[in-house]
Structure formats: C-alpha cells, structure tokens
C-alpha cells in the first residue's frame, strides 16, 4: 500500500491565517482482489457461492447505470466562469444533529438516484426471492447455451481453415475471442431484458393490478367474475391457448385468486431494478470488505489522519447511500474541482474532525457547500448534459456559438475555452476584462450572456448540436 503524498492549505477568510495540511493518502492493492475473493468466500455455503457469482455476472452485465447517476461533470470551468453557484443552506446549529443528518441523506439519495419515487415492488418478499431466482436462473442457463453456441459455431469454422490459418487463429484471433463473448452476451441479454419489460408494459396496461386490489376492498362477485374472464383470455391469448391458468383459479378460493392476480400482474419493472440494486449491494460488499481487511493489514503503518482518511474514502458509508466514495464520481468530481482552499477546509473538517478553524466555521461551510452541489448535480447530469459536454469540447462549442454570436463574442469565447488539442488552458476574466477594455463585471456578465445564448441554440430541437454533437 504505496502512499499519495498530500499537501493542502486552507485560509481563514476573517484573519488570513493559513493552515498547511500534510499527510499520506493510502490506496488498497486492488491487485490482490482475486487472492481475498477466495477468503472472503470462505465462509459461504455452497449455494450461497452460487448466488454471489450468478449476482457478480449479472452486475457486469446491467449494473445500474439507469438507476444511479454516475456521470463526470468538469466543474472547475462552470465554477470559475460562474455559469453554475452553490447555494444550498443546511441546518447545523448544535444539538440538531439528526434534522442535520435527515436533510443530508434527503439531498444524497436526490443527487445519486436517477427515480424520484422509491422501489415499489407489490410482492411479498418470498414472491420477490423467487422472482429474483428465476430471473437469475434465466440468466445462468443463456449465458451456458451462449457459451456452447459461440464455441460450437468457432469449431465447425476452424475446421475449414488450412494448418497455417489455424496457427494464425490460436496464436492471435482466439485471445480476442472472451472479450467478442462477452460483449455479444451484453448485447443479447440487454435486448431481452428490453422486450421483457415491453411486454410487462403490455401486462400493466390492463389494469388487473389495481382492478384486483380495488376488490379486496370493496368485493363484487360480477366485478371479480368479470376481472377473472380478462385475466384468463388475456394469458390464454399470450401462452398460445394454454388454459393452465383457468384450472388454477377454478381450485382456489377468490381471495387466493385476487392475491395471485396483485402478485403476477403488478409491474416486474421495479423488482428487476431491485434485482440490479442487490447485485450490485453483492459486489459492494465484497469490495467494502476487501477495503477493511487492507486497513487492517496497514493500520499500525498509518498515522490518525491516513487512518481516518481511508476509512471516509474505502468503507461503506451510510451518509452515501452505503456506497463507496473513492468509487463514486458524484464525490469525486466535488473533492477534485473545488477549490484548492474549500478542499483544505474539508479535509480539516473530515479528517482532522475540526468544526472551526480560527473564527471560521468550517463544518457550516464545508457543509453548504456539499449540499450546494448536491442539489445542483442532478439538474447538471439530466437536464443540461448536452449543453455542459458541448461546453468541453471546443470544436463543436465554437460551431454552435458562430451561430448565435458576433465576432467579438467568438473571439472572447475562443479565450474561455480549453484547447484540448494544444492543452492550452483557458484565460481568466479578470486579463479578458483588460483586454478588452471592460470592467470585470462587463466582462462577467458578457461571458455569461455568450454561455446563454449557447444554451439556448444547444436546447432549440434541429439546431447544428444535433449535428454535431
């Protein structure tokens, strides 16, 4: 475990007094992941190893990317240009502690979850496990038939090939075959998936669900007849006339019938979520259980602050969601454009546990500034992230700017951008403003005017972003 020196100053804005911070940051050896993956399955009974691989695999494949934001914004140039502030206010009075912690993970759970409403699965949880089986048994046995077709089709083609060809196979094509493998199992599993939920769409749209909760509180005999008939032809028609369902529901009672029809007809879309959610908790487990097995390896070798500073980067943390901050980019883009002085103050407030530094309030600051961001991270990753990754690529800002903007807004423009080609970076207002002979709060209020009506041609439906973007 190599360290990453660490050096950071914060400033209190009240006095001027600096404070210099040193220490050395600690990263696990992820290199020895595969050795600790057998130790940690050590414990595990052999169906519970089945479940973890088949949760693994199944994580690879879907992950949650469409539930989880997990986009890169660059916010150091949206800061200095002030297209974007933080102004979020948070209660931190003493003694207020679990208001302070309830608003915090109010704002967490916004910025990370893509859904606003929570999962709602209309199952009981002993439905939900066997849902949860079957999708993964589903999973596990086209993955095994993938494996044999893709093989199969491979062997009947190299038996056509001449002896110098097949030489050329083993020795070259052959080792890019696993990653072709996996990426076409991706392609088939995600379409699969796709017409699933078409179909679970369909099944929603009839209205059983809520038809069948509606009688358990107010039973009807001709409703629940009624509901019965539309609910048997509309699986007889999908199983191809199998009447399997009818004999089901002639044998048992109306409310065993009406509890099936809540159970099966309710939206799978959720529960799939769920299944994706676990997935990953499987794969998060094992990585926040890799992480403190390191710690405990390296800790006497650490002073308080490397300790406390690994433990707020590598372990679960419930203040984010019980994810991982090294591993979430929502943290990281925070810690990392910031400002060199409030990451000073964070790293004081976090690591070295100080509220105050001289007559700053560090944990106020510190904290608003958090929350700040983390109500306007959403609204940066859905809503306007064509607009801010046009921003960052200058080729294609200029062509939607030459639209809109006169010459010197070109040129100003040109100025504030990063040429990622030269990797030259851009020029603050502060020498634009002299160079064009504004007052800085001209030139403020000029740029901000250029980035809005980039904004507007970038949102305008059939303008050159389509195009280009």
């Known amino acids: ?104 993970n109010e704002l967490i759970e916004k910025a990370l979850l893509k859904r606003e ?51 050329k196979y083993y020795f070259k094509v052959k080792k890019k075959i696993p990653e072709l493998t996996k990426e076409l199992k991706a392609q088939s599993f995600q379409t699969l998936i796709q017409k699933a939920k078409e179909l679970d769409n369909e099944l929603v749209k009839q209205g059983f669900h809520e038809e069948a909760i509606s009688l358990v509180k107010d039973f009807d005999h001709m409703r629940y007849q009624l509901l019965l008939q539309r609910v048997i032809r509309y699986f007889e028609e999908l199983d191809g006339g199998d009447s399997f369902h009818k004999q089901e529901f002639e044998v048992h009672g109306e409310l065993s019938n009406l509890q099936w029809i809540i159970e099966n007809t309710a939206s799978r879309n959720d529960a799939f979520d769920l299944i994706c959610m676990d997935a990953e908790e499987a794969y998060l487990d094992f990585l926040d259980w890799f992480c403190r097995e390191e ?54 407030h976090l690591v070295l546990k100080k509220d105050r530094f001289g007559g700053y309030d560090l944990k106020g600051d510190v904290l608003n500034k958090w929350a700040g961001y983390l109500s306007v991270y959403p609204t940066l990753v859905d809503r306007d992230i064509d607009y801010f990754e046009l921003l960052f690529n200058r080729d294609k800002c200029m062509a939607v700017a030459a639209e809109v903007c006169t010459r010197e807004e070109l040129e100003i423009l040109s100025y504030c951008l990063k040429d990622e080609k030269s990797n030259e970076q851009p020029i603050s207002n502060e020498i634009l403003a002299t160079k064009y002979r504004y007052t800085l709060e001209e030139m403020n209020e000029l740029i901000q005017g250029i980035f809005r009506k980039i904004k507007s041609q970038c949102s305008k439906e059939g303008s050159i972003v389509n195009e280009v973007v």
């Open 1 to 104: 475990m190599k360290p990453i020196p660490i050096k950071l100053t914060a400033t209190d804005e009240l006095t001027g007094e600096q404070i210099h911070v040193e220490f050395g940051m600690k990263i696990p050896d992820f290199e020895g992941m595969p050795r600790a993956l057998q130790k940690y399955l050590k414990g595990f009974s052999v169906e519970q190893i089945r479940l973890f691989w088949l949760l693994l695999k199944f994580n690879t494949i879907y992950g949650t990317d469409n539930l989880i934001r997990r986009r890169d914004i660059d916010l150091k140039m949206l800061l200095e240009k002030k297209l974007i502030t933080f102004e979020q206010k948070v209660t931190h009075s003493k003694g207020d502690d679990q208001m302070l912690q309830t608003e915090m």
């Open 117 to 167: 409403n929570r999962f709602i699965v209309p199952m009981s949880e002993e439905a939900y496990f066997e849902f949860r089986e079957m999708i993964l048994l589903e999973f596990e046995d086209i993955e095994k038939k993938f494996e044999t077709m893709i093989e199969s089709a491979l062997d009947e083609e190299i038996k056509n090939l001449s002896l110098g060809k097949k030489l």
């Open 295 to 348: 710690y405990k390896r390296y800790k006497d070798k650490m002073n308080k602050a490397e300790r406390r500073a690994f433990q707020l980067l590598f372990f679960r943390r419930k203040a984010f969601y019980g994810r991982i901050p090294a591993f979430e980019p929502l943290f990281l883009n925070f810690i990392s454009d910031i400002d060199k002085d409030v990451l000073g103050k964070l790293v004081l």
